[in-house]
C-alpha cells in the first residue's frame, strides 16, 4: 500500500525494543537490559556488594544451573565477654569484612524468567544469598524459577536482613533438603520469597510449590521469621516430610523465632501439608 503525504495512518503491530548494549552504569547502578548485562553486573557485584541494579526490560535466563546467589552472611564476631583475665581483640579481628549485599535491586516491575539454581554447599541459595541490613530488593518478579539445595533456600533470597518489598515468584518450584556431608549436619529450611527472614518482607506474593524435608520452615513467603512479614499472599502447594514429630510448615511462615516475629494482613489459598518422614 502506497503511503500519501499528509494522512495519518495507525499501526498495529507490536514491536520489540532492540537495544545496542547489555547495560551501562550511572551512579552505582548497573542498568540492565538482558541476560548478558545481568550477568555483567552480578560479575561486578562480587567486588563491590553495594552496586545497584535497575531493571530496563524483561530477562530471560536458559540453563541448568544459570546463576550463582549473590552475597553470604557475615561472620559473627567470638565472643570473648566470659574471657578472664579480660581479652583485647586485635585490629583485624574487630574488622570483619562484609560479605552480605548492601546495595538495592529494582526490578522496576519487570520480570526475570527461567532463574535455575542447583546445590550451593554454602547453604544459601537464591537470587541474593544473604541480603544485609542496608540491602533491597524491590518491584521485581521471578516467573519458572527453580531453585533446589541444603541449608537456606528461595528464590528471592536465602537470608534477609534487609527489607524484600513487592516482589513476586509467580512460577517454578523451590526444594530445600537436609543432608550430612562427613561429620556435619545440614538442616534446611525453604521458601518462596525468603527461606530465613530476619528484616522486611512486605507486599510480595508467591506461586511456585515448595518442598522440604527438614524441620527448620517451609513456607510460600518465609520459612524461618525472625521479624516483619506483612501483606503477603501465597498460592503454591507447600509441602514438608520432616525428620522430628514437629516439622515447621504454613503457607505464610512455616515457624516465627521469638518474641518480635509477626505476620500480618497476609492470606493463603494454597494447599499446606506436613508429615512425619516414614510416618
Not at 524491590?138 to 536465602?158: E, R
Not at 527461606?195 to 522486611?200: I, L, M, T, V, W
Request: glycine content about 12%; hydrophobic content about 35%.
Amino acid at each position: 500500500r502506497s503511503i500519501e503525504a499528509g494522512k495519518f495512518y495507525s499501526v498495529s503491530k507490536t514491536m520489540t525494543p532492540v537495544y545496542d548494549r547489555d547495560y551501562e552504569v550511572s551512579d552505582n547502578t548497573y542498568i540492565v537490559y538482558n541476560a548478558a548485562g545481568l550477568e555483567a553486573w552480578r560479575t561486578a557485584v562480587e567486588n563491590d556488594l553495594s552496586l545497584n541494579l535497575t531493571l530496563a526490560n524483561n530477562i530471560v535466563l536458559t540453563g541448568e544451573n544459570n546463576w550463582i546467589p549473590i552475597g553470604t552472611p557475615n561472620a559473627e564476631m567470638p565472643d570473648h565477654s566470659d574471657h578472664f583475665p579480660p581479652y583485647f581483640p586485635d585490629e583485624e579481628e574487630t574488622e570483619t569484612p562484609n560479605t552480605e549485599y548492601i546495595g538495592t535491586i529494582d526490578g522496576n516491575g519487570y520480570a526475570i524468567t527461567g532463574l535455575n539454581i542447583g546445590r550451593q554447599e554454602n547453604e544459601y541459595a537464591g537470587f541474593i544469598g544473604a541480603l544485609g541490613s542496608n540491602g533491597v530488593v524491590k518491584n521485581l518478579t521471578f516467573a519458572d524459577a527453580h531453585v533446589n539445595s541444603i541449608g537456606y533456600v528461595a528464590v528471592v533470597a536465602a537470608t534477609n536482613k534487609g527489607q524484600v518489598k513487592n516482589c513476586h515468584v509467580t512460577s517454578g518450584d523451590v526444594c530445600g533438603e537436609e543432608t550430612q556431608i562427613g561429620n556435619l549436619f545440614y538442616a534446611s529450611a525453604a521458601a518462596g520469597i525468603v527461606a530465613d527472614n530476619k528484616g522486611e518482607v512486605l507486599g510480595c506474593s508467591n506461586g511456585a510449590s515448595v518442598t522440604c524435608n527438614s524441620y527448620l520452615g517451609t513456607s510460600g513467603i518465609v520459612g524461618r521469621n525472625n521479624s516483619v512479614v506483612i501483606g503477603c499472599i501465597n498460592s503454591g502447594t507447600i509441602t514438608n516430610i520432616g525428620t522430628t514429630n514437629s516439622p515447621c510448615c504454613g503457607g505464610i511462615v512455616g515457624v516465627h523465632i521469638g518474641n518480635n516475629a509477626i505476620s500480618v494482613a497476609c492470606g493463603n489459598y494454597g494447599e499446606v501439608s506436613s508429615t512425619k518422614k516414614n510416618q
